[in-house]
């Protein structure tokens, strides 16, 4: 059995027996996030105003979470004008809330899922994967790691927000059967991101060309042309494709 003491009362948080941060700065990190500032600028400010190297940004990262899955959070949100139940909720863009996995890696859930998922069970997994982090040796697999696959995966709906503690995940609809037509739909698909090449700035015209690895002198029109022929490469689509929509969440 492994154990971490913890240093509370003393003003201190032990990640790994290696790392320990002060709780001054766990709230100061805290504070950073909710005002739309990443631990990793943060600690580069603090790098360059102690003319000091610190741990790496992604490992300080891991110790702040382990802090905050070890605390205790009561999540009173609400929206002044309609309390906890909103009658509308736009979702926007979150290109930043996104992470790349192959489509193949996750798996087809079973056939009897209907898509109820337990919010709580599912965020108590989340939260084990990031205090198991504190006890991983060099190299070792986290036990407690959560997988993303359709029939375990929760939305964050606040307990005064949410009916009940089981929510619907209806992301396993999404799922688009292959199918004799595939080709036409996304020559149509290509058509459609083509003619809203033409909405784009210049800048971000020259800005994706560069980036797909293409000519960026001529005209706007020239860069466009080159843009729609390169839309054949699928590693260029998708380039175009998420400059142009982006990437929403679910």
């Known amino acids: 059995m492994m154990y971490r003491y913890q240093e509370f009362t003393d003003g201190i948080h032990n990640f790994n027996d290696h790392l320990l941060l002060s709780l ?15 631990v990793s600028r943060v600690m580069s400010i603090l790098e360059a105003t102690a003319k000091a190297k610190f741990p790496s940004k992604d490992t300080v990262l891991h110790a702040y979470l382990h802090f905050e899955a070890l605390s205790s959070h009561v999540y009173s949100y609400t929206c002044i004008n309609c309390g906890y139940y909103p009658k509308v909720v736009i979702m926007d863009l979150h290109k930043k809330g ?33 205090i198991g982090r504190g006890f991983l040796s060099s190299g070792r697999k986290n036990p407690f790691v959560v997988c993303p696959s359709y029939d375990c995966w929760a939305p964050w709906i606040g307990p005064n927000t949410r009916k009940s503690d089981i929510v619907l995940n209806t992301e396993h609809a ?12 996304l020559d149509v698909t290509e058509e459609r991101l ?57």
């Open 174 to 185: 999404k799922l688009q059967k292959t199918k004799s037509c595939d080709v036409p739909d």
């Open 194 to 250: 083509g003619d809203e090449l033409f909405n784009l700035k210049v800048d971000a015209v020259r800005k994706l060309c560069k980036e797909c690895g293409l000519d960026t002198k001529g005209s706007r029109m020239d860069i466009v042309l080159h843009l729609r022929t390169e839309m054949q490469n699928r590693s260029a689509y998708d380039k175009i494709f998420l400059q142009i929509w982006g990437a929403s969440g679910g």
């Open 24 to 38: 001054h700065l766990c709230v100061i990190l805290r504070n950073a996030l909710q005002n739309h500032t990443a």
């Open 98 to 130: 996104v992470f790349s996995i192959p489509f193949s890696e996750i798996a087809t859930p079973p056939s009897d899922f209907k898509g109820d998922t337990n919010i709580v069970s599912f965020w108590e997994s989340v939260t084990m994967e990031m």
